[in-house]
T-cell receptor, first 114, second 114 residues
Framework: GESVGLHLPTLSVQEGDNSIINCAYS??????FIWYKQESGKGPQFIID?????DKRQGQRVTVLLNKTVKHLSLQIAATQPGDSAVYFC?????????????FGKGITLSVRP | DAGVIQSPRHEVTEMGQEVTLRCKPI?????LFWYRQTMMRGLELLIY????????DSGMPEDRFSAKMPNASFSTLKIQPSEPRDSAVYFC????????????FGSGTRLTVV
């Protein structure tokens, strides 16, 4: 598998439990945030995004929460499944436009116990 | 849609050799990004193009790295001469709008320079 998962923080959860993956972003000017999932041997895959004018957004089994006061982003996965095992990255962007950059966090490994 | 296509999937080369990585973005996407992923530095943006024009190459490590996009359906990242510290997974990604709805990543090229 991808060596990118080594030396990253790891969250271990029981199958069926809810998972909460946290991310502290760096730039208070960031106004767009994305969560990505990266499985072994694959590129990062878009999960869900949120703009800074929102504090919560829900998708299928996933919820993203944004706390701009403390620059904190979280991804909640309901009823975690073995297929959710992967490395998860948060990414931030400043006013998506010509000169903005999507900056990725270091990543967190989610391990689902059967 | 076949997604973003990268080749080769794996490349092993000797130090000093030239390496060329290739990418075919999703049709209709006018932004193309090259990222490098390592354990130590995570995902780093090297360069991105908009409508085949390089916009920001500030992430390119040094003059040994160069990238081109001769048309809307093809881009290359070249390293000449390659060094062991260039060993990493290189990802290409594309999007319709910069940062919006996330990027679609390819499966990456794992480069090993010995």
């Amino acid at each position: 598998g991808e060596s990118v998962g080594l030396h990253l923080p790891t969250l271990s959860v029981q199958e069926g439990d809810n998972s909460i993956i946290n991310c502290a972003y760096s730039n208070s000017a960031s106004d767009y945030f994305i969560w990505y999932k990266q499985e072994s041997g694959k590129g990062p895959q878009f999960i869900i995004d949120i703009r800074s004018n929102m504090d919560k957004r829900q998708g299928q089994r996933v919820t993203v929460l944004l706390n701009k006061t403390v620059k904190h982003l979280s991804l909640q996965i309901a009823a975690t499944q073995p297929g959710d095992s992967a490395v998860y990255f948060c990414a931030e962007n400043i006013s998506p436009g010509a000169n903005s950059k999507l900056t990725f966090g270091k990543g967190i490994t989610l391990s689902v116990r059967p | 849609d076949a997604g973003v296509i990268q080749s080769p999937r794996h490349e092993v080369t000797e130090m000093g050799q030239e390496v060329t990585l290739r990418c075919k973005p999703i049709s209709g996407h006018d932004y193309l990004f090259w990222y490098r992923q390592t354990m130590m530095r995570g995902l780093e943006l090297l360069i991105y193009f908009n409508n085949n024009v390089p916009i920001d190459d500030s992430g390119m490590p040094e003059d040994r790295f160069s990238a081109k996009m001769p048309n809307a359906s093809f881009s290359t990242l070249k390293i000449q001469p390659s060094e062991p510290r260039d060993s990493a997974v290189y990802f290409c990604a594309s999007s319709r709008m910069r940062g919006i709805h996330g990027y679609t990543f390819g499966s990456g090229t794992r480069l090993t320079v010995v």
